[in-house]
């Protein structure tokens, strides 16, 4: 039964029915039955009430059924009073029984509400059991996943053949890989700890810029860059930077001897454009040369005008020999600049030895 003013109102009102129906009940029956079973339609309305009701309205019940009792029934009937012991003593056993049955009804009711509350406390727990045991089971799942990853990340991180490394934004690096130790030529992971990212760059401001321009979402990818290893060798490397978690993270992969075969290809494509064009000049210069030369070698002069056109020769020569090493270069060599505000210039003696 509920507790509310209307469950209330109810319940009492339960009792006042139950009365009235036995009140009815005898009074129909009455002129059929002994006047010993005059009190029986009482019982179930008293027994019912308690039920239903409790120990209050059970009372009630029984009250009301007393009155009517000695109202309708006992002598002087009507009115109330009794005058016969027997009567008195029956009408006391009513009252005792009916005030039983109140009694063992309210700790029966007492008893069922204790019973619910008590099964619906134990639900209570039991899902709230039940909700802790699947949390726990996610979270268990959840870090078993989470230990995965990161025992998958260590692995990637450890066994990637570039080198990796995470790093401040002022430079200080808080960890590395194996492969960044061997690529920067440090001695253990404790050493490059200690060092600043700033100290491998070969302009010291590399570093500032780069992080300037990073920010979350921001990737900088195939960043060429140029650092020292510890011993001081050069180290090309090709970088790409971002930032997560507050942290720089930079996978690094050296470059140094793709950039020295570059270099050696440019150097190559210099030298052959640089022989071709001698070759080509050698050749345009020399068929006039040799004409020249020729000439002045059939002419036949005395006195100053000789010796003149012998230099002349010797100056030919000289040039012809030139001719000649332009066509066989083989190298760049670069001769001095007798000022800063000349253009620089091959030596073509070094480069055709």
Not at 2 to 16: D, E, N, V
Not at 90 to 119: K, T
Not at 268 to 286: G, P
């Amino acid at each position: 039964m509920g507790s509310g003013p209307s469950s209330f109102f109810g319940r009492y009102s339960l009792a006042i029915v139950l009365t009235a129906l036995a009140v009815l009940a005898t009074l129909i029956l009455a002129p059929h039955w002994n006047p010993r079973h005059l009190l029986l339609p009482f019982y179930p309305a008293v027994m019912l009430s308690a039920w239903f009701g409790g120990f209050g309205p059970g009372l009630l019940t029984t009250l009301l059924s007393a009155l009517a009792m000695d109202y309708f029934w006992l002598p002087p009937a009507p009115g109330f009073g009794i005058r016969e012991p027997g009567d008195l003593m029956g009408f006391i056993l009513f009252l005792g029984v009916g005030l039983l049955v109140s009694m063992l009804n309210a700790r029966l009711l007492r008893a069922q509400r204790h019973a619910e509350a008590v099964a619906a406390e134990m639900r209570h727990e039991a899902d709230e059991r039940r909700k802790a045991e699947d949390s726990a089971a996610k979270l268990t799942k959840l870090t078993d996943d989470l230990r995965t990853s990161v025992e998958r990340y260590r692995y990637h991180f450890e066994r990637n053949l570039a080198g990796v490394f995470r790093a401040e934004r002022g430079g200080r690096i808080v960890e590395s890989s194996e492969a960044f130790v061997r690529l920067v030529g440090a001695g253990s992971a404790g050493e490059i700890r200690a060092l600043d990212v700033r100290e491998l760059f070969v302009d010291p401001l590399g570093w500032q810029e780069l992080v300037a321009s990073l920010a979350p979402g921001v990737v900088i990818s195939n960043q060429e860059l140029q650092w020292r290893r510890r011993d001081g060798t050069p180290l090309t490397v090709l970088a790409n930077l971002r930032e997560t978690g507050g942290f720089v993270e930079c996978l690094a992969i050296d470059i140094t001897d793709r950039a020295r075969a570059e270099e050696a290809e440019r150097k190559a494509m210099r030298l052959r454009a640089i022989a071709d064009l001698a070759a080509a000049a050698a050749h345009e210069i020399s068929n006039p040369l040799t004409g020249v030369l020729t000439n002045l070698a059939l002419l036949k002069l005395e006195g100053e005008a000789a010796v003149k056109v012998e230099k002349a020769l010797e100056a030919g020569r000289r040039i012809q020999e030139i001719l000649d090493r332009m066509t066989r270069i083989e190298r760049v060599e670069m001769a001095p600049r007798p000022a800063p505000s000349l253009a620089p210039m091959i030596d073509i003696r070094k480069s055709s030895d």
